[in-house]
C-alpha cells in the first residue's frame, strides 16, 4: 500500500480511481485529488471500472453505486473477488438497507449525495490508512487461547486455519484488538470503522459483532473475548 499523509511527495505515490457516470462529478473530484498531489483514473461505468483495476492497481476506489451498465454492489463483488483496496461508495441512496447491503459486499465506508468535498477527502485519507501495512514489531502479533490475530499481515488464524474476514469485520477486529482490554464506545467504533457521519446505527454494530464471535469464539453465546458492555460499547481481551 502506498504511503500518505500530509507530504505531497508521499501522497504522489497514492492512485484513486473514481467511478461515476456524472461527469461534473468526477470533474469535481479529479480537480480536487489531482490538486492533492493523487493520481486519478476515472470510469464512466461498471465495466470499465475492473478492467482499469485490474490493470492500474489503485490504492483506493471511489464508487457511485448507481451506474449505467451495473449495479455498484456488483462492481464491489468483483473487486472484492481478488483485490482488498479500499472501496469507498458515493451515492445519492439514503436507505440503511442499500448502505448495508454496500458495506456487506465489501465497501469500506459510505458517503451519500450531495456530500461536502473536505468530508470525502477525510474519508478517502482514512480509507487508504487503515489499509496500510503496520510496522514491524511484537505488538502487531495479538494472540488468545483460541485464535491468533497478525496485523501486520491482516490475518487471522485459529485451530491452524486462516479465518475469512469481510474488510468491515477486520476493521472492527482491528480498532478492538488495538484497544485491547479498553472500552471502545459504541460512536467511537461507528466513526473508525464506518466514517465520521456514522455514531448512532448501533445495529451495524450488533451485526457485525455476532459476526466476529461466530467466526472466532468458541462459544458465541458466553463471549470469552469480544465483550459487550450493555449501552456504552465493546472490550477485546485477550
Known amino acids: 500500500m502506498s504511503p500518505t499523509g500530509g507530504n505531497p511527495q508521499a501522497q504522489a505515490l497514492t492512485r484513486v480511481l473514481v467511478v461515476d457516470d456524472e461527469p461534473q462529478i468526477v470533474r469535481a473530484l479529479v480537480i480536487n485529488l489531482k490538486a492533492r498531489h493523487y493520481e486519478v483514473d476515472a470510469a464512466h461505468d461498471g ?10 492497481h489503485p490504492d483506493v476506489v471511489v464508487l457511485d453505486l448507481g451506474l449505467p451498465d451495473m449495479d455498484g454492489v456488483e462492481v ?17 441512496r439514503h436507505s440503511s438497507d442499500e448502505k448495508v ?3 456487506d459486499a465489501g465497501a469500506d465506508d459510505y458517503v451519500t449525495k450531495p456530500f461536502g468535498m473536505d468530508e470525502l477527502l477525510a474519508r478517502l ?11 514491524g514489531g511484537d505488538e502487531v502479533l495479538v494472540e ?3 485464535f491468533t490475530v497478525d496485523l501486520a499481515a491482516k490475518k487471522v488464524h485459529r485451530a491452524g486455519k486462516d479465518i475469512r474476514l469481510t474488510p468491515t469485520e477486520w476493521h472492527l477486529l ?8 479498553r472500552l471502545v464506545s459504541q460512536k467511537q467504533l461507528l466513526r473508525e470503522v464506518w466514517g ?4 448512532t446505527e448501533t445495529n451495524y454494530l450488533r451485526v457485525y459483532m455476532a459476526q466476529l464471535r ?25
Open 47 to 56: 465495466a470499465t471500472a475492473l478492467r482499469l483495476a485490474a490493470a492500474r
Open 144 to 146: 488468545t487461547a483460541g
Open 174 to 181: 482491528e480498532v478492538l484488538v488495538r484497544n485491547s482490554g
Open 214 to 238: 461466530r467466526k472466532l469464539e468458541a462459544d458465541p453465546a458466553h463471549p470469552r473475548h469480544f465483550i459487550t458492555e450493555p449501552g456504552m460499547g465493546y472490550r477485546f481481551e485477550r
Open 76 to 92: 464491489i463483488k468483483g473487486l472484492r473477488g481478488w483485490s482488498r483496496v479500499p472501496i469507498l461508495v458515493l451515492s445519492a
Open 101 to 103: 447491503q454496500a458495506l
Open 125 to 135: 485519507r482514512a480509507a487508504v490508512r487503515r489499509a496500510e501495512p503496520v510496522p
Open 196 to 199: 465520521p457521519s456514522y455514531g
